[in-house]
């Protein structure tokens, strides 16, 4: 074992023992570890970070520091010959004795007489390095091999838990190691969660997790969610259920076989010396190797193919599995880390489904499977053989389009508090229909789901209060895509389609709100037409297109409008999605907002909603604030990067001179009163707990850190990036504000010709269909003009706020509702018909929210 810079000069035994307090102290504060020296034997009195197994008391000798000073020097000699020696004050581990040196071939033979010095497998020697002069090599004959194999049985080792994976792979075989390779938000670490919590909780087997990108905390909260079905966003937060609660408490008992390090300087040596001291090791994970340099992590860059040797050798050596994720997927760094088996997870064109490609060095791919990303509560679920149905014919009525469609495996985890007996609340019907859903979605039963549907809808038309708890909040939402759950007999008597006919009463959470205030429930975001990407005729009342055109076109930095359509699977662009708009769509936890039904003038069906606030609010009215303009107001100075992004990975801080899209935790918020800054984004984070964002965001919480709001800038773990610009958009700004204002007195059909050739210029921006021939193709030009908006329209309202109002809700970029006790909007806002401004409108509590009239 090789001194750290950290170790102290070396001193004697008889030194240590009188000083053994302040040592012990200096390595349980300061992390200092000391070399203790004993005629011809040294050992190291380390922190227990440098031996994380040491922290499981049972599994080594123990002693209190008033007996280990009186027998430090047989302590000495004991670890220097490979045994742990853990010291305690009263009952708690503070620091460890191990050997300095790796233990000398003598003691090979001596395994018996000393079982904790043993490994795993049963080699002594870690490092692997004993003289061959004087140890002969282990031989193997024929029948040994073929004993072994039959032994190990089918699964050469722990299993990931997936029974598809599991099928391809043959599980994790020992003495090998194998690489997880995915893109950064694919979820790879994931599957280095799964096999520990297979091998641990389950097989009840000993796991060493090295955590060189989450930190122990991520990684509890990570299994909590993935055991409860609980939203790890939330988990974050430290908002936990009662149900979530008892789990963690069952998994904290019965977590002593999962052993985790997660020192920020890990190195693949540090694991190689700490494997051989754990007794019953059956697998080690390492998550995980990061492909860009980073100062702050040795298992990253241009270091990965040494410690992967390192790895590799530590698999032999203990025969047990290595697992290692990489956040890449590159052939070429994949070549360099020459792993045994390399599992490489690509997305596919279905959103519910990763592909796993299975390779063995020497035999190239030998498998695939089929997995469904469920990164909302960290973990992967086996995508089954059959879907539910295919994309291009009609799945049956309320029914997603394949097993795991977002709709019907929502539904099935929304359920599973129920069903599992965790939570109590709804009728014991709703419950068995519950379980029989959960049981056809895994298996994409079409049939059974739709004979299932009919009896589910009817049983939860019975329940007349979903429970007030986030899954009952969660479990309503989730089954209102299937239509409004109402019986038959209300149904006939309201001579009403049963989806239109009565309202869902979905107590509101501190959470995202489902629905947007003046959004209809089935309108298409993307609404774009073909021709709609034509310049508008001569002579039109607003030519936005053109004019969007001109603007971008007369920029002096040279703008890219249009990614090649072959570049577009690579980079940033995969990485962007339409929930980075951080748009929120929140209600206040106290208030009850009902979904109701509403016919507009032209016939058309819609749901509006309906808010109630409690008696302790007093008397007051809802004042609906409506801000004219959003997107247009955005682009009077959205900081984005006009040509193509880089990779600029992992920043220490925030560079004011660049834009464009950054990798970060979500910030904790405990503030009830006004939702998370960033929105929707908290929603979809990644294995890790990150998302990604935009420069809007990303300079939003700066000032919200200059001003104390937040506690600190989260960290930028990756980024891609541009030169940055705020005026690349301004000049169409200018002509829409112009326009605007001599339309809006005109009003009629020349204005609605206008809002709508505005809206159309800006989706064009990001047109999602390839039948689109848009003169653009820059997402992360459109997806910073939205999060821009979402920005504006979250600061006017938490400077309310501030100064005393209470906000109901907040939803998309221009909607909000406060509670006005003396009948006036907040003097936060402008009232008028401009950009900038707003229209104030004022209606009693339970009444329904009208349609916006702009």
């Given at each position: 074992m090789s001194q750290s810079p950290q170790e102290e000069g070396a001193v004697n035994a008889t030194t240590a023992r009188n000083t053994l307090y302040s040592l012990v102290k200096l390595a349980e504060d300061h992390g200092r570890t000391t070399v203790i020296t004993k005629h011809k034997v040294r050992a190291l009195l380390a922190p227990l970070d440098r031996?994380?197994?040491?922290?499981?008391?049972?599994?080594?000798?123990?002693?209190?520091?008033?007996?280990?000073?009186?027998?430090?020097?047989?302590?000495?000699?004991?670890?220097?010959?490979?045994?742990?020696?853990?010291?305690?004050?009263?009952?708690?581990?503070?620091?460890?004795?191990?050997?300095?040196?790796?233990?000398?071939?003598?003691?090979?033979?001596?395994?018996?007489a000393h079982p904790g010095a043993a490994t795993a497998g049963g080699a002594v020697n870690s490092q692997g390095n004993q003289d061959r002069g004087s140890t002969p090599r282990r031989l193997a004959t024929l029948g040994d091999a073929i004993g072994s194999?039959?032994?190990?049985?089918?699964?050469?080792?722990?299993?990931?838990?997936?029974?598809?994976?599991?099928?391809?792979?043959?599980?994790?075989?020992?003495?090998?190691?194998?690489?997880?390779?995915?893109?950064?938000?694919?979820?790879?670490?994931?599957?280095?969660?799964?096999?520990?919590?297979?091998?641990?909780?389950?097989?009840?087997?000993?796991?060493?997790?090295?955590?060189?990108?989450?930190?122990?905390d991520d990684i509890f909260r990570r299994i909590i969610s993935a055991e409860t079905g609980g939203e790890y966003a939330?988990?974050?937060?430290?908002?936990?259920?009662?149900?979530?609660?008892?789990?963690?408490?069952?998994?904290?008992?019965?977590?002593?076989?999962?052993?985790?390090?997660?020192?920020?300087?890990?190195?693949?040596?540090?694991?190689?010396?700490?494997?051989?001291?754990?007794?019953?090791?059956?697998?080690?994970?390492?998550?995980?190797?990061?492909?860009?340099?980073?100062?702050?992590?040795?298992?990253?860059?241009d270091r990965l193919p040494d410690a992967s040797q390192v790895l590799a050798t530590l698999a032999r050596t203990l025969h047990v599995p290595v697992l290692a994720i990489v956040d890449s997927d590159d052939p070429a760094l994949l070549g360099l880390l020459d792993a045994d088996v390399t599992l490489t997870l690509t997305p596919t064109e279905d959103p519910a489904k990763v592909q796993v490609t299975v390779a063995e060095r020497d035999f190239g791919t030998i498998g695939s499977a089929y997995l469904q990303p469920d990164l909302i509560h960290a973990r992967f679920l086996d995508a089954g053989a059959a879907p539910l149905g295919r994309a291009d014919s009609p799945a049956g009525p309320g029914l997603s389009a394949s097993a795991g469609g977002p709709q019907a495996l929502e539904l099935a985890e929304a359920a599973l508090p129920y069903t599992s007996g965790g939570h109590q609340g709804i009728p014991a019907a709703l419950t068995h229909e519950l379980a029989a859903w959960r049981t056809a979605v895994p298996?994409?039963?079409?049939?059974?789901?739709?004979?299932?549907?009919?009896?589910?809808?009817?049983?939860?038309?019975?329940?007349?209060?979903?429970?007030?708890?986030?899954?009952?909040?969660?479990?309503?939402?989730?089954?209102?895509?299937?239509?409004?759950?109402?019986?038959?007999?209300?149904?006939?008597?309201?001579?009403?389609?049963?989806?239109?006919?009565?309202?869902?009463?979905?107590?509101?959470?501190?959470?995202?709100?489902?629905?947007?205030?003046?959004?209809?429930?089935?309108?298409?975001?993307?609404w774009l037409k073909p021709g709609d990407e034509a310049d508008e005729p001569e002579g039109h009342v607003f030519p936005a297109l053109k004019i969007l055109k001109?603007?971008?076109?007369?920029?002096?930095?040279?703008?890219?409008?249009?990614?090649?359509?072959?570049?577009?699977?690579?980079?940033?662009?995969?990485?962007?999605?339409?929930?980075?708009?951080?748009?929120?769509?929140?209600?206040?936890?106290?208030?009850?907002?009902?979904?109701?039904?509403?016919?507009?003038?032209?016939g058309k069906r819609v749901r509006r909603d309906q808010f109630d606030v409690p008696d302790s609010f007093g008397e007051g009215v809802l004042c609906l604030i409506d801000r004219n303009g959003s997107f247009p107001s955005a682009c009077s100075g959205v900081p984005l990067a006009p040509n193509k992004l880089l990779h600029t990975g992992p920043l220490d801080a925030y560079d004011k001179t660049k834009a464009g899209i950054y990798l970060i935790d979500i910030p904790e918020w405990t503030r009830t009163d006004m939702p998370?800054?960033?929105?929707?984004?908290?929603?979809?984070?990644?294995?890790?707990?990150?998302?990604?964002?935009?420069?809007?965001?990303?300079?939003?919480?700066?000032?919200?850190?200059?001003?104390?709001?937040?506690?600190?800038?989260?960290?930028?773990?990756?980024?891609?990036?541009?030169?940055?610009?705020?005026?690349?958009?301004?000049?169409?700004y200018e002509a829409t504000r112009k326009a605007r204002t001599e339309l809006v007195?005109?009003?009629?059909?020349?204005?609605?010709?206008?809002?709508?050739r505005l809206s159309i210029a800006l989706r064009l921006l990001w047109p999602k269909r390839p039948s689109q021939r848009s003169p653009f193709w820059r997402p992360d030009w459109r997806m910073s003009m939205v999060a821009e908006a979402s920005v504006r329209h979250w600061s006017v309202a938490f400077r309310a706020v501030q100064e005393g109002h209470q906000l109901l809700a907040l939803r998309n970029v221009d909607a909000a509702v406060f509670w006005a006790p003396d009948g006036t909007a907040p003097d936060t806002y402008r009232i008028g018909t401009g950009f900038g401004e707003v229209k104030a409108k004022f209606v009693q509590p339970g009444q329904m929210i009208p349609e916006g009239d702009d």
């Amino acid at each position: 074992m090789s001194q750290s810079p950290q170790e102290e000069g070396a001193v004697n035994a008889t030194t240590a023992r009188n000083t053994l307090y302040s040592l012990v102290k200096l390595a349980e504060d300061h992390g200092r570890t000391t070399v203790i020296t004993k005629h011809k034997v040294r050992a190291l009195l380390a922190p227990l970070d440098r031996f994380p197994a040491a922290r499981k008391t049972d599994a080594f000798p123990a002693y209190v520091l008033s007996v280990a000073q009186k027998d430090l020097g047989d302590l000495v000699t004991l670890a220097a010959k490979g045994q742990p020696q853990v010291l305690l004050r009263n009952t708690t581990p503070v620091a460890v004795l191990l050997p300095a040196d790796p233990p000398s071939d003598a003691l090979s033979s001596d395994t018996a007489a000393h079982p904790g010095a043993a490994t795993a497998g049963g080699a002594v020697n870690s490092q692997g390095n004993q003289d061959r002069g004087s140890t002969p090599r282990r031989l193997a004959t024929l029948g040994d091999a073929i004993g072994s194999v039959l032994t190990d049985g089918p699964a050469g080792g722990p299993a990931f838990g997936l029974p598809g994976l599991d099928a391809a792979t043959g599980g994790l075989q020992r003495g090998k190691l194998t690489l997880v390779a995915a893109r950064p938000s694919v979820g790879g670490s994931l599957l280095g969660l799964a096999a520990a919590r297979k091998t641990a909780l389950v097989d009840h087997d000993m796991v060493l997790y090295a955590a060189s990108g989450p930190n122990r905390d991520d990684i509890f909260r990570r299994i909590i969610s993935a055991e409860t079905g609980g939203e790890y966003a939330r988990l974050k937060q430290g908002r936990l259920t009662e149900h979530e609660q008892k789990v963690a408490h069952q998994l904290v008992q019965a977590g002593d076989l999962l052993m985790i390090d997660d020192g920020s300087d890990l190195t693949a040596e540090d694991i190689r010396e700490t494997a051989p001291h754990m007794e019953g090791l059956a697998l080690v994970v390492v998550d995980r190797l990061q492909a860009a340099h980073s100062a702050r992590l040795p298992l990253s860059g241009d270091r990965l193919p040494d410690a992967s040797q390192v790895l590799a050798t530590l698999a032999r050596t203990l025969h047990v599995p290595v697992l290692a994720i990489v956040d890449s997927d590159d052939p070429a760094l994949l070549g360099l880390l020459d792993a045994d088996v390399t599992l490489t997870l690509t997305p596919t064109e279905d959103p519910a489904k990763v592909q796993v490609t299975v390779a063995e060095r020497d035999f190239g791919t030998i498998g695939s499977a089929y997995l469904q990303p469920d990164l909302i509560h960290a973990r992967f679920l086996d995508a089954g053989a059959a879907p539910l149905g295919r994309a291009d014919s009609p799945a049956g009525p309320g029914l997603s389009a394949s097993a795991g469609g977002p709709q019907a495996l929502e539904l099935a985890e929304a359920a599973l508090p129920y069903t599992s007996g965790g939570h109590q609340g709804i009728p014991a019907a709703l419950t068995h229909e519950l379980a029989a859903w959960r049981t056809a979605v895994p298996g994409g039963d079409q049939a059974a789901l739709k004979e299932i549907l009919p009896s589910l809808l009817q049983a939860a038309a019975t329940v007349s209060q979903w429970p007030d708890t986030h899954e009952g909040h969660r479990l309503a939402a989730a089954l209102r895509p299937y239509g409004t759950p109402v019986s038959a007999d209300t149904a006939a008597s309201a001579g009403k389609d049963p989806a239109a006919s009565a309202p869902v009463h979905v107590p509101a959470d501190s959470g995202q709100a489902p629905d947007d205030v003046a959004e209809d429930e089935d309108e298409d975001e993307d609404w774009l037409k073909p021709g709609d990407e034509a310049d508008e005729p001569e002579g039109h009342v607003f030519p936005a297109l053109k004019i969007l055109k001109d603007a971008v076109g007369r920029s002096k930095m040279h703008p890219i409008l249009v990614i090649r359509k072959e570049e577009r699977d690579s980079g940033p662009w995969p990485l962007i999605s339409e929930h980075m708009d951080g748009e929120p769509r929140w209600v206040r936890p106290d208030v009850t907002v009902t979904r109701v039904p509403h016919i507009r003038e032209n016939g058309k069906r819609v749901r509006r909603d309906q808010f109630d606030v409690p008696d302790s609010f007093g008397e007051g009215v809802l004042c609906l604030i409506d801000r004219n303009g959003s997107f247009p107001s955005a682009c009077s100075g959205v900081p984005l990067a006009p040509n193509k992004l880089l990779h600029t990975g992992p920043l220490d801080a925030y560079d004011k001179t660049k834009a464009g899209i950054y990798l970060i935790d979500i910030p904790e918020w405990t503030r009830t009163d006004m939702p998370h800054p960033l929105g929707r984004i908290i929603d979809r984070p990644d294995e890790d707990g990150r998302v990604w964002v935009t420069t809007p965001h990303i300079k939003q919480l700066e000032k919200l850190v200059r001003e104390k709001h937040l506690g600190a800038m989260p960290t930028i773990y990756d980024s891609w990036t541009g030169k940055y610009n705020e005026s690349l958009f301004k000049p169409f700004y200018e002509a829409t504000r112009k326009a605007r204002t001599e339309l809006v007195q005109v009003g009629g059909d020349p204005y609605k010709m206008y809002k709508t050739r505005l809206s159309i210029a800006l989706r064009l921006l990001w047109p999602k269909r390839p039948s689109q021939r848009s003169p653009f193709w820059r997402p992360d030009w459109r997806m910073s003009m939205v999060a821009e908006a979402s920005v504006r329209h979250w600061s006017v309202a938490f400077r309310a706020v501030q100064e005393g109002h209470q906000l109901l809700a907040l939803r998309n970029v221009d909607a909000a509702v406060f509670w006005a006790p003396d009948g006036t909007a907040p003097d936060t806002y402008r009232i008028g018909t401009g950009f900038g401004e707003v229209k104030a409108k004022f209606v009693q509590p339970g009444q329904m929210i009208p349609e916006g009239d702009d």
